[in-house]
Nanobody
Framework: QVQLVESGGGLVQAGGSLRLSCAAS????????MAWFRQAPGKGREFVAA????????AYADSVKGRFTISRDYAKKTVYLQMNSLRPEDTAVYYC????????????????WGQGTQVTVSS
């Protein structure tokens, strides 16, 4: 099992940047595919980005390609989401997810979730 704790959310103006962190409490961090999802008010949870267990492969939603970067630090057992050129439509609660399945381009099989961190982008 793994417990996930997100941090780094906040209020930022359009065009600004934020870096989200997701700390994983597990002895086997490299066993998990990690991802970020988000949920805007009144909408369902949507995939944002994922990174493979060894950090070799990444995947992004079309809406964030070129603006967001996912990365992971094995020593710190932490996954990051660097968000640049933020837009008001990026406003959402951002969740970190983890799964033991290695397939990175499937979005419906994440097993573990954090509590979420709010990101608000003002226009």
């Amino acid at each position: 099992q793994v417990q996930l704790v997100e941090s780094g959310g906040g209020l930022v103006q359009a065009g600004g940047s934020l870096r989200l962190s997701c700390a994983a409490s597990t002895r086997t961090f490299s066993s998990y595919t990690m991802a970020w999802f988000r949920q805007a008010p009144g909408k369902g949870r949507e995939f944002v980005a994922a990174i493979s267990r060894l950090g070799v492969t990444t995947a992004y939603a079309d809406s964030v390609k070129g603006r967001f970067t996912i990365s992971r630090d094995y020593a710190k057992k932490t996954v990051y989401l660097q968000m640049n050129s933020l837009r008001p439509e990026d406003t959402a609660v951002y969740y970190c997810g983890a799964k033991t399945v290695a397939v990175i381009d499937r979005e419906d099989d994440y097993e573990y979730w954090g509590q979420g961190t709010q990101v608000t982008v003002s226009s």
